[in-house]
């Protein structure tokens, strides 16, 4: 199964910093994407990036892809503390299985 | 991106008892579902793939006869824990795959069930 491994772990910032998240998977995938989980509940889709694309953009989210080394990274700008969750990478190949890594803990202090 | 419904949001039950749960996909029609479980602080773990109209593919170490899986429609998987103990208890979060999305295999994930087994 395809599996994301997300870095760092944990990561604490304060409030307007930027957060960088990574990502790195085994094989082949056809898209990737990112999710937030607040503790205690589900998960919210954050953006896909396909495999074609290398950059993307969703308000204060910018995602890239590098299919050469097969990593990926979430930049979150000027981060609040309502940011504070886990992030979670779901890299999909065409079997369509992911299996998710640990993720990374944002904790971002006002 | 395609929106993947979860009904119930949460569920407590007894020891002993079944439990159903539904995952819906609600603006495509979804050949293959996903079901996944998450333990506290911990991960999601694929447990098993739902095929529309066949059996379905459970991981290793997943009871096939405890979580009972059927995909009876194109937009309609269910997971039913079988005499539920509280092991069982666990945040349990369906995917479905969206077929528009050709070789790009799109999968949206629903907001998920937690499960409490007392």
């Known amino acids: 199964s395809q599996q994301g491994e997300e870095d760092p772990q944990a990561l604490s910032i304060q409030e307007g910093e930027n957060a960088t998240m990574n990502c790195s998977y085994k094989?082949?995938?056809?898209?990737l994407q990112w999710y937030r989980q607040n503790s205690g509940r589900g998960l919210v889709h954050l953006i896909l990036?396909?495999?074609?694309?290398r950059e993307k953009h969703s308000g204060r989210l910018r995602v890239t892809l590098d299919t050469s080394k097969k990593s990926s990274s979430l930049l979150i700008t000027a981060s609040r503390a309502a940011d504070t969750a886990s992030y979670f990478c779901?890299?999909?190949?065409?079997?369509?299985?992911?299996?998710f890594g640990d993720g990374t803990t944002l904790t971002v202090k006002p | 991106g395609a929106v993947v419904s979860q009904h119930p949001s949460w569920v407590i039950c007894k020891s002993g008892t079944s439990v159903k749960i539904e995952c819906r996909s609600l603006?495509?029609?979804?050949?293959?579902m996903f079901w996944y479980r998450q333990f506290p602080k911990q991960s999601l773990m694929l447990m098993a793939t739902?095929?529309?109209?066949?059996?379905?593919?459970?991981e290793q170490g997943v009871e096939k006869d405890k979580f009972l899986i059927n995909h009876a429609s194109l937009t309609l998987s269910t997971l039913t824990v079988t005499s539920a103990h509280p092991e069982d208890s666990s945040f349990y979060i369906c995917?479905?795959?969206?077929?528009?999305?050709?070789?790009?295999?799109?999968?949206?994930f629903g907001p998920g069930t937690r499960l409490t087994v007392l």
């Open positions: 995917s479905a795959r969206d077929p528009a999305s050709g070789e790009y295999n799109e999968q949206f």
């Open positions: 094989t082949s995938i056809n898209n």
């Open positions: 990036i396909r495999s074609n694309e």
């Open positions: 779901a890299p999909q190949s065409n079997a369509g299985k992911s299996t």
């Open positions: 603006d495509f029609q979804a050949t293959t």
């Open positions: 739902s095929n529309e109209g066949s059996k379905a593919t459970y």
